[in-house]
């Protein structure tokens, strides 16, 4: 057909933006006559066939027009392009009969393309990567990713022996997205984009939107439809969306799934997302946490960046099972009545060359500016939050764990970094936005949107933000100019008790201030109480080891901590090892030390948070009203000499009561008087000083009745023994 050489050159060497207009089946009419021309491109065939299936015995021969493997048939008179099958012999004399990719067109709409490029296409997880599609009747994967700089694209895999000429794919148009169709290709198999850029550079990438990952050091993408029969959860996703959430009781088991606990018998491998399922989720369940927050599971290939440097955002890490693998343990979370929490990281990603750095070969999901597209901190590379492209990126893969995951909430991590240009540079080595300012207002801007969009299409997940610092308006609804957080993690908490904590008592008068500074300021945002990964490790020491004092007194101070904040204000969060007071800093490379649970006082800590979330969960005060002032009242706050404080809990029709009294000394206290409201008796119901936990006993013999002596501005009170670094909860009962 005359063929423009300079077109087959194009498809030879794999510079062809849209090889569909050379090969494939097309109509021609030349000089009257009309005829359907097929074209080929396999270089490794030696003859190629085109078989019509309307007449599945007829075979047409096809002609070599170029020797790197370029074939022709000319079918005359035919008005219609035909189903065809495409058969190939090669040099060994090996056949094979197959369809042809370019028989199809797009499975792709321009509206999805419109919404992309828009930057709001909310499911765009099910357009972009490898999906199963059936065209024309026929089943295989559709393929597509966004290059917009590209020269061309190719998928390349273990299907056509990694080999960029026998896949390349089509533009459409100036959408920036390349497809292609490959018919008859089974689930599970490799495969990478294979980039030409505009320079000539030939980069190989793994799918943006790979649903598997292969394990690493390996980084090939993974077809995966994410099929999954076993879920049961139905109950629980219908009760997660209705009822009123912030008046339940959350605390949170903090867990990286690969030191939680490991295989001593088998080298110390990991277990898997199944084994987890049963031995992890019975153990959180026992222990009386209704969430677990994992840190990150998406795919990446560090080891020790814990997973929060993600290399494949939509594919759960292989180290531990498949995808179907993670939703069996997500479910088995939902049937014992625990809620996942995932970790993600839309702050940075790294530079991997395989992953989404430079990914057509330009900055094309970071900035080109260093000044705003690296982090200096961590070497990594910064989203460009103003791209459409970027931002439906983030916003669709956070829906996606929501929707394919049934995950009940999502901790974005280092929202901070994202929030302020500025972030850890110097003078000059930030550029400010466009009003002149410090903030990232497109940042600003994205986080906005993907909370109002968990909010609307899922309502009852959580947005949590690891945010540290007075940034208004964390957990204020976007129609309020805030960012529309579910919580925010009080990081000015969690640092003042540690700090408070760390000094030897006879010194904690002069510091009073570290337990009371933060009602100032705990009812202006939707505060989550942690104890997180970050304080057990680079140094910092475990939980225990920050305790001063000998040992009996480092497990009283560690009780009393976790007393304390499971009485303050607040959702609550606790790093593995935590809760029973692991000696060693965390590390990532190894399982907890289950071994300490032989000895008494690490096992007496484990008791106490078994009991302090029997009372946490079962006592209405201690949860309804965490985020406003009327739940919480100051009995004594001033007393800075003894190292006490005392103060009331209240439920949200004010019917209940919980009076929490801590003495941060190890100096006993009796007959230390604080008021109450009401005549009656009332119960001890927790004790951190009990036996049981390894304390010294000291108490109040489980009950204590009110005088009728006023006190604290209240008209009764009560004459306690304060056990020495000890928390005490009391109920009144009668």
Partial sequence: MNMNQEEIRKIVEGEHPDPFVVLGAHRNELGGKRSVVIRAFLPDAATVSVVDERHRARATAMTKIDPAGFFEAVFEGENDVFPYQLQTVDAAGFVETFRDSYSFLPTLTDFDLYLFNAGDHHRLYEKLGSHYAEVLGVGGVEFAVWAPNARSVSV??????????KHAMRVLGSSGVWEIFVPGLPEGSLYKFQIKTRDGRILDKSDPFATEMEFRP??????????FDGWTDKQWMAARSSGNREALPISVYEVHLGSWMRHAYDGGRWMTYRELADKLVSYVIQRGFTHIELMPVMEHPYDASWGYQVTGYFAPTSRFGSPQDFMFFVNRCHEMNLGVILDWVPAHFPKDSHALAEFDGTHLYEHADPRQGEHQDWGTLIFNFGRNE?????????????????????????????????????????????????????????????NVLIEKYYPGVWSIAEESTAFPGVTAKAEAGGLNFGLKWNMGWMHDMLDYFSKDPIHR???????????????????????????????????????????????????????????????????????????????????????VLKYPLHAGIQRWVDDVHRVYRSQRALFEVDFHYSGFEWVDFRDAASSVVSFERKSSDGRESIFVVCNFTPVPRYAYRIGVSEDGTYQEVLNSDSLHYGGSNLGNYGSIHADAVPFHDRPFSLSLTLPPLAALFLKRVL
């Fill in 218 to 227: 390996r980084t090939a993408s993974k077809v995966n439809y994410l099929g």
């Fill in 509 to 595: 008068s002069h510091h009073h201030d570290r337990l009371t500074f933060a009602l100032l300021y705990a009812f202006n945002e939707r505060f989550l109480l942690p104890l997180s990964h970050d304080e057990v490790v680079h140094g910092k020491a475990s939980l225990i080891s920050k305790m001063p004092g000998d040992e009996w007194q480092q497990f009283a101070n560690l009780r009393l901590l976790l007393g304390f904040m499971y009485g303050f204000p607040g959702k609550k969060l606790l790093f593995m090892g935590g809760e029973f007071g692991q000696r060693a800093e965390w590390n990532h490379e190894w399982e907890l030390e289950w071994n």
């Fill in 390 to 450: 970027v931002r439906n990126f983030l916003l669709s893969n956070a829906l996606f764990w929501i929707d394919r995951y049934h995950v009940d909430g999502i901790r974005i991590d280092a929202v901070a970094s994202m929030l302020y240009l500025d972030y850890s540079r110097q003078q000059g080595q930030w550029v400010p936005n466009r009003l002149g300012g410090r903030e990232n207002l497109d940042a600003i801007d994205f986080l906005k949107r993907l």
């Fill in 156 to 165: 390349i895999g273990d299907f056509n022996r990694w080999d960029r000429r």
